[in-house]
């Protein structure tokens, strides 16, 4: 059962957010952030993940701390459902088209934190989405999640499209990467028997 519940509350935002590896792409999503909520329920749905999540913040700022925050329980519920990794197919990779955008993703779950974000956003804001939260979305996850994540616009004009592609290639990658080998399920994916 690859399952995580996780509860993150700071003096700027509390989160609550549960998640099944093995799902069926169902999820609630309630973060403070329209956007983000639409990103995160695109998110489940491509990478079959069952999903919930309620936040609140400090969203009369803006919505950084809630965005960022969020990236970090998220990447905190794969590294708990994840467990000691075994079986992991470790590595998933996606190129997939959103209308005119065109975006590549890459994961690889090494026990190391790295992020590659090359995302030409031509807009600051999609909405009251400040389209520079996806970045930091993503590095929130990469740090507690201990995983290299790497994002390529190939092409794009419509920041909306480019950040829906960004998320639903992600969860693609994250999908393939965290897949369960059935002939190497009692194995860790590296040389060095751990990650």
């Known amino acids: 059962m690859r399952k995580a519940e996780i509860e993150r509350k700071t003096a700027e935002t509390e989160i609550r957010l549960t998640i ?3 799902g069926s792409g169902k999820s609630d999503i309630s973060s403070g952030c329209g956007f983000l909520d639409h990103m995160l329920t695109l998110f489940a749905a491509h990478g079959r993940f069952d999903l919930t999540v309620e936040g609140k913040g400090d969203t009369w700022v803006d919505y950084h701390h809630l965005v960022e925050d969020t990236g970090i329980v998220l990447g905190e519920a794969f590294k708990k ?3 000691d ?3 992991i197919h ?3 990779d996606t190129v997939l088209a959103m209308d005119e955008a065109l ?3 890459a994961v690889d779950f090494s026990g190391r934190t790295f992020l590659d974000y090359r995302m030409e956003l031509p807009t600051e804001k999609v909405g009251d989405f400040d389209t520079e939260l996806g970045e930091e ?3 929130g996850f990469a740090r507690k999640a201990e995983c290299a994540l790497h994002f390529q616009m190939l092409a794009g004009k419509n ?3 480019i950040l829906e592609g960004s998320f639903k290639s992600m969860a693609r990658s994250l999908k393939e990467a965290v897949h369960i080998e059935e002939e190497y399920k009692e194995e ?3 040389t060095k028997g751990v990650l």
Do not use: V
């Open 85 to 87: 990794k075994r079986g």
């Open 90 to 92: 470790r590595y998933g």
């Open 103 to 105: 975006i590549l993703t």
């Open 159 to 161: 920041s909306h499209h």
């Open 188 to 190: 860790i994916p590296s």
């Open 137 to 139: 979305f993503w590095y």
């Open 81 to 83: 459902a994840l467990g």
């Open 20 to 22: 099944d590896l093995d």
